[in-house]
């Protein structure tokens, strides 16, 4: 009988401890009456998790940079974009590549970076792209990265597919590694001596050298006509497109960044206690990651169902096509938001803008209040709400 209540008790505390510790990791902020909806809903009931601790994620080494990645097989609910982080120590390159299968949008968060750019006629852009600024490589086209210094380069990479893995990036160290060494030779015009010096497999990050210098010494080895419209961008030094009360949005879409046709982008600052106010995308999914500071996402999903989560620096969120959110600092520090379009043009229908567009008598008859009630809703359309 004692043995019996001992496995018992054991079995118990084993499932509190279980408890525990997945409640760590649960994607939703606990029903409280800080949170508390109308409808009493369930946060996050039914419904995949709309933040990954990305934060959490460790690093692969490699020689002059790390990586790690996120995408559906970590994080299900991001079909429609993946994200890599990235860094790259002065003089380290991220050698020559393609992706077959998405277009790559990054964001430089620290220090200075040089890409080269290929276009399927052979056009070349080589550009230095520097903290808050952008870079934007469509699908199949060749492309490198080098980390120019001072200090190491860090940089989010942002992937059309959330399939995307950085393991099925086509290298061009692999590539030739794994071709008929004769092949080789033919294409090259080299000897067997001088095929025999290359690489035995993927090189992927190097910092073999020798380093860059200035950019203006970056020239292609032959005759190649430049790209003629530009595939990087300074968002950073964009005025914002909206700024109230110390709340910012700064946006690079196919509009501010032409090059970048079919993604859009752009960094969100809140100041404590502010908010991204209630509004859906409804041509393209969201991608967020949390630049510094912390904030608490709200999403709809419709049928009853919705989720508030709460994401750290280095997080990232994810909000379908068409579900409605909104982004809020509870914090006391500010909070910057860089957020990934899976759609060059921007839209947004914000809820206050939706109130404003309509009649007295269908906002009345829709949220069943009296006329005196009615007068009360908003009638500007203002993206931020007030810092608190």
Do not use: C
């Not at 120590?89 to 750019?117: D, F, K, Q, S």
């Not at 852009?125 to 060749?142: M, S």
């Not at 006391?332 to 404003?356: A, C, E, H, R």
């Amino acid at each position: 009988m004692m043995g019996w209540l001992r496995r018992r008790f054991l079995l118990v505390g084993l499932s509190v401890l279980l408890i525990t510790f997945l409640g760590v990791f649960t994607p939703t902020i606990a029903q409280s009456e800080q949170w508390r909806s109308l409808s009493n809903v369930v946060w996050g009931k039914d419904l995949p998790a709309f933040t990954y601790a990305f934060s959490k994620t460790p690093l692969v080494l490699y020689d002059g940079g790390t990586t790690k990645q996120v995408g559906t097989y970590n994080f299900p609910v991001s079909k429609g974009m993946a994200g890599v982080y990235m860094s790259l120590e002065p003089g380290a390159i991220r050698e020559l590549h393609w992706h077959a299968n998405a277009a790559e949008w990054a964001y430089v968060m620290e220090g200075r970076t040089r890409i080269t750019l290929t276009s399927p006629e052979g056009k070349v852009e080589i550009a230095d792209v520097d903290k808050g600024g952008l870079w934007y490589f469509p699908r199949g086209w060749g492309h490198s990265i080098e980390g120019i210094g001072p200090g190491t380069a860090k940089f989010l990479l942002v992937f059309n597919d959330g399939t995307f893995s950085e393991g099925a990036t086509f290298s061009v160290t692999d590539w030739l590694s794994h071709t008929p060494i004769a092949w080789v030779e033919e294409n090259l015009g080299w000897t067997a001596a001088q095929v025999a010096q290359l690489p035995k497999k993927q090189v992927y990050i190097s910092s073999y050298g020798p380093a860059s210098g200035p950019l203006a010494s970056a020239t292609p080895r032959g005759q190649t006509a430049k790209i003629e419209v530009p595939h990087t961008h300074n968002l950073l030094g964009q005025q914002p497109l909206v700024s109230v009360g110390g709340n910012e949005l700064r946006l690079a879409s196919a509009k501010e960044f032409p090059g970048s046709f079919n993604m859009a982008g752009g960094l969100i600052h809140l100041e404590p206690g502010a908010m991204r106010r209630l509004h859906w995308h409804p041509n393209a999914d969201e991608w967020q990651y949390v630049l510094d500071g912390e904030m608490d996402l709200t999403v709809f999903a419709s049928e009853g169902k919705a989720s508030v989560s709460r994401l750290q620096q280095g997080d990232v969120g994810y909000v379908p096509k068409g579900y409605g959110h909104a982004l809020r600092n509870g914090s006391q520090k500010p909070v910057d938001i860089l957020v990934v379009f899976n759609d060059g043009d921007y839209q947004s229908i914000d809820l206050n803008s939706w109130i404003t567009s309509n009649p007295n008598s269908v906002l009345g008859n829709t949220f069943q209040i009296s006329p005196q009630l009615t007068q009360q809703l908003p009638v500007e359309d203002v993206i931020f709400s007030p810092s608190k």
